[in-house]
């Protein structure tokens, strides 16, 4: 997400104590008009309970001046280079003042906030409370806590309130899968997580789980978290995606 490195800001000195009960953060780089068709897309959220963080590669495309033009549809942005995808999400976080985060990039829409069980779970100081979602307008992604948990990324990011204060950032090495290493490491410290049924957000689906690259992080993370021996299971995963895939078309 390399770009522009004059850094410009928006609205960010307002970081601090807040009763904000999520922050949802968007990193773009070179994607003016797709911000603004999810800044509309959450702008019926927000209020009291939800602020919208914008974190900018430094784009070119206007972007920077589409935040600076409107400043009703937007908390707080910052619009400077970075290192990928996960170092403006690191941004991202370290500005956020609610108490979950939850990140909607390009190509995701909200669809719900479960404000009431967020508001029970932030009394517990649940760690990660993760919900569906529609992929690609048919598909339903379920959460999961089983073993998949260790060979798979059995929380979308999109439907994911991670409690703010226990986050554990994201490894900026990682060029793909940064969030799927963020889980594991979550998994390992023993988080609290709950499981939710609502649909929280629309997601298309860019297919990069399954590029060469992806899995490669995918087996690094799983090695350096779990070991080798998971890496088997991992592997006949990714082996039997496609047919997995096939199959759930032929039954829509």
């Known amino acids: 997400m390399q770009g522009d490195n004059r850094p410009r800001t928006g609205a960010l000195g307002t970081s601090g104590t807040t009763s904000q009960l999520v922050s949802v953060i968007t990193v773009v780089f070179q994607a003016r008009d797709e911000l603004e068709a999810i800044a509309r897309n959450i702008q019926p959220f927000r209020g009291p309970r ?3 963080i914008v ?3 430094g784009s070119s495309d206007g972007t920077a001046d589409f935040l600076v033009q409107h400043p009703e549809l937007v908390d707080a942005w910052i619009s400077e280079r970075d290192s990928g995808v996960y170092d403006a999400m690191n941004k991202g976080l370290r500005i956020a003042r609610g108490t979950y985060v939850l990140h909607l990039n390009a190509g995701d829409r909200l669809r719900n906030i479960p404000w009431a069980k967020l508001e029970t779970y932030a009394g517990e100081r649940i760690d990660v409370v993760s919900g569906r979602v529609l992929v690609d307008g048919w598909e339903e992604f ?4 089983t ?10 990011h999109q439907a994911t309130f991670y409690r703010r204060v226990a986050h554990l950032g994201y490894d900026d090495s990682y060029q793909i899968c940064g969030d799927f290493d963020h889980n594991q490491r979550l998994l390992k410290a023993g988080c609290s997580i709950r499981l939710i049924s609502e649909i ?6 860019d297919g990069l789980s399954m590029e060469k690259n ?4 995918i087996y690094r993370s799983i090695r350096r978290h779990f070991g080798s021996l998971y890496l088997i ?3 006949i995963r990714f082996q039997l995606a496609p047919l997995w895939l096939w199959y759930k078309h032929r039954r829509t």
């Open 50 to 52: 939800l602020e919208f």
């Open 142 to 145: 379920l959460p999961r806590t």
């Open 147 to 156: 073993f998949t948990s260790r060979i798979d990324n059995t929380w979308h």
């Open 233 to 235: 299971p991992a592997a």
């Open 200 to 205: 929280i957000a629309d997601h298309r689906n």
């Open 214 to 217: 992806a899995r490669r992080e």
């Open 55 to 57: 974190v900018d590669g």
